[in-house]
């Protein structure tokens, strides 16, 4: 197979056939005029740490190599290089990062509730129940929330399309107590600093380990869905996420696995016997 087309062109046709634009400048500044057929998995890897020399692995991996694997891959479907594996580096997972349970969700919505801070308590149940990202939520406008058919539109999500949520009864209940106005902000909060800082106030007055944003929303919301028995597709669709090995990878915990198979074994062992 030959080719003169750059890593350039085959970056605007990965484009122009809806590839994310989320830090692909960076991948094209540095391999631009090469042709795609010469761009080597070693060659990808040693880019990566150059341009973020000071990055941890999953940061090389979501900001570099990610990029650059799916525009070679597109000039792969195009017919302009054979196909390459590119081996992500390893990126070791942080310990003690489990995500909120729903005994700690009831503990500490019920210290919002006695703190008088109903708009932080439906923030984090928001993003906990939808699985939206904090960016999300404390940018959710009241023009965006259909009560009445219990529906929150993410308007230009982190995949850059519109995202929409669906709200569980109780969580429409509290966002109607809020009573936002069409240009108001439902919750209040301008950025994910303040709704951290308020968060971790709130677990050491209620004596919870302190849960960020991201655990007790995005993380949990992922880890419940697969434990209540949906499949992974369907959490996938109904939380945003694009990639399903990011998705089991990072964000998914299960709950008391070896009993729920066999108990699982046992179920089937006894229909088999009548």
Not at 218 to 239: E, K, P, Q, Y
Request: charged share 25%.
């Amino acid at each position: 197979m030959s080719s003169s087309h750059s890593f350039s062109e085959a970056a605007e046709s990965y484009l122009q056939h809806g590839g994310s634009g989320r830090f692909l400048p960076i991948v094209v500044a540095w391999f631009g005029p090469q042709a795609v057929e010469a761009i080597t998995p070693l060659a990808v890897r040693q880019a990566a740490e150059a341009a973020y020399p000071q990055a941890a692995p999953a940061t090389r991996n979501r900001q570099f190599l990610t990029p650059a694997r799916a525009v070679l891959y597109h000039a792969h479907e195009l017919g302009w290089r054979m196909p390459a594996r590119i081996r992500p580096f390893r990126a070791p997972k942080p310990r003690g990062e489990l995500p909120a349970s729903r005994r700690w969700m009831e503990r500490f919505v019920e210290q919002c509730d006695a703190d008088g801070l109903p708009h932080l308590a439906a923030c984090v149940l928001f993003m906990n129940l939808t699985g939206a990202r904090i960016s999300e939520a404390v940018a959710l406008l009241g023009r965006d929330v259909d009560l009445r058919r219990r529906t929150a539109l993410l308007v230009k999500t982190k995949t850059e399309i519109n995202s929409l949520r669906h709200l569980p009864e109780h969580l429409a209940e509290r966002i109607r107590d809020l009573d936002p106005g069409p240009d108001d902000r439902v919750f209040r909060y301008t950025s994910r600093f303040s709704v951290n800082e308020r968060m971790r106030a709130v677990c050491s007055r209620a004596g919870l380990p302190y849960k960020s944003a991201h655990r007790a929303g995005r993380h949990a919301f992922a880890t419940n869905a697969l434990n209540g028995g949906v499949s992974v597709r369907v959490a996938m669709d109904a939380g945003g996420w694009k990639t399903s090995s990011i998705f089991l990878e990072t964000y998914t915990h299960t709950i008391d696995a070896g009993r729920t198979v066999r108990d699982m074994f046992d179920a089937q062992h006894h229909r088999d016997q009548f």
